[in-house]
C-alpha cells in the first residue's frame, strides 16, 4: 500500500489563477480529510468527504474553494482566483472507519 | 470551544536528558486525543492514541483530565528524536482532528 498521495508537491499560481490540489487515499480508505497549514501554524480542518458526498464543509471558505470525492479519482481541492493568503500547505488525510488518518505529503501551494 | 494548545514552539534538549512536550485542551466531551510527528522531509505520522495506552519510541502520553493536559514524555531523548511534534484533538461526529500548533524538538548530541 503506497500511503497517502498527494500530487503536485509543489504548485505555484499567480493571483487570480485555479489551482487544483489531488489526493488520493489509500486503498479501501472511503474517508477523506482536508486540512491547510499556514506559516508558523497548526494544521487547520477544511473539509471532510466520503464517497461523492462532502460530510463536513466547515472548515471551508465560504467563496473560492470547492472540494469533491468521486466515486471515481482523487479527491480534488479546487481553489479559484487563488489570492497571496491562499499560499500554505494542504495536506490531506484517509482513514477507512473515520478514525486514525493517514496523511499525505502535502502539497505546498505560492501564490505570486 | 475546542481547542489545543502546545505553548511551546521549540524546546531544545541534550542526548540523553528527559523531555516533555506539553500540550493542553479544551473539549466538552470525552476526549481523544493523539500526537503526531513529522521528520525533516517525512509526512505526518500518529505517534500514539491515549485510548492505546502503549509506548511508541520510548514516548508515553497520559490523558490529565483534571488538567485537561496530554503531555508527550520520553526519560532520554535521542537525537533522532528531533521532529516536529503536534498534539490533536479528536473532533467527535464530524472526523476532523483539531491541531496545535507544533512544538519543534531539537535534541543535541
Known amino acids: 500500500n503506497a500511503g497517502v498521495m498527494q500530487n503536485p508537491r509543489h504548485l505555484v499560481r499567480r493571483r487570480g489563477q485555479e489551482a487544483r490540489l489531488r489526493c488520493s487515499p489509500m486503498k479501501g480508505h472511503s474517508h477523506v480529510y482536508w486540512y491547510r497549514q499556514l506559516p508558523e501554524e497548526g494544521l487547520k480542518f477544511m473539509v471532510y468527504?466520503?464517497?461523492?458526498?462532502?460530510?463536513?464543509e466547515s472548515g471551508m471558505p465560504k467563496e473560492r474553494f470547492s472540494a469533491e470525492f468521486p466515486k471515481e479519482g482523487p479527491s480534488i481541492l479546487r481553489i479559484q482566483q487563488v489570492v497571496r493568503g491562499d499560499s500554505a500547505a494542504y495536506f490531506c488525510?484517509?482513514?477507512?472507519?473515520?478514525?486514525?488518518?493517514?496523511f499525505g505529503p502535502g502539497t505546498r501551494l505560492t501564490v505570486l | 470551544a475546542q481547542r489545543v494548545t502546545q505553548p511551546e514552539k521549540l524546546l531544545s534538549v541534550f542526548k540523553g536528558a528527559p523531555v516533555e512536550l506539553k500540550c493542553n485542551y479544551s473539549y466538552s466531551g470525552s476526549p481523544e486525543l493523539f500526537w503526531y510527528v513529522q521528520y525533516s522531509r517525512q509526512r505526518l505520522q500518529l505517534l500514539l492514541r491515549h485510548i492505546s495506552r502503549e509506548s511508541i519510541k520510548g514516548f508515553t502520553a497520559d490523558l490529565n483530565k483534571g488538567e485537561t493536559s496530554f503531555h508527550l514524555k520520553k526519560p532520554f531523548a535521542q537525537e533522532e528524536d528531533s521532529a516536529m511534534y503536534y498534539c490533536a484533538l479528536y473532533g467527535g461526529s464530524q472526523g476532523n482532528l483539531i491541531f496545535g500548533k507544533g512544538t519543534k524538538l531539537s535534541v543535541k548530541p
Open positions: 488525510a484517509s482513514s477507512p472507519y473515520g478514525d486514525e488518518q493517514f
Open positions: 468527504l466520503q464517497k461523492e458526498n462532502i460530510i463536513d
